[in-house]
């Protein structure tokens, strides 16, 4: 976890920025599980339609490589405009 996360509690006692760290961990933690399973989910829904076989086809295969980067990518740059919103808001205050 970034330490600039918990630079506002610097009037907390030690005890409570433990555990707001520890909070802040699995929280991160849980979304991180939640976007992997919306990733799983979305591309197999989309890509998987042949059950006949224990492995995927060439087709369904290079469908699920390229939704996961497409999700990979996008997730990527939302993440890049957060921060450049966060960072205007930053120099705003």
């Known amino acids: 976890m970034d330490k600039n996360m918990l630079a506002g509690l610097d009037g907390l006692p030690e005890e409570d920025k433990v555990r707001m760290a520890s909070m802040i961990d699995h929280l991160q933690m849980r979304d991180s599980l939640r976007m992997y399973n919306s ?31 497409k999700f990979l990518k996008h997730s990527i740059r939302v993440g890049m405009r957060f921060a450049e919103l966060n960072a205007q808001a930053a120099t705003q205050d």
């Open 39 to 69: 990733l799983v989910e979305r591309c197999f829904n989309d890509c998987v339609d042949n059950f006949t076989r224990k492995t995927l086809q060439k087709q369904e295969e290079t469908c699920v490589q390229r939704c996961a980067e």
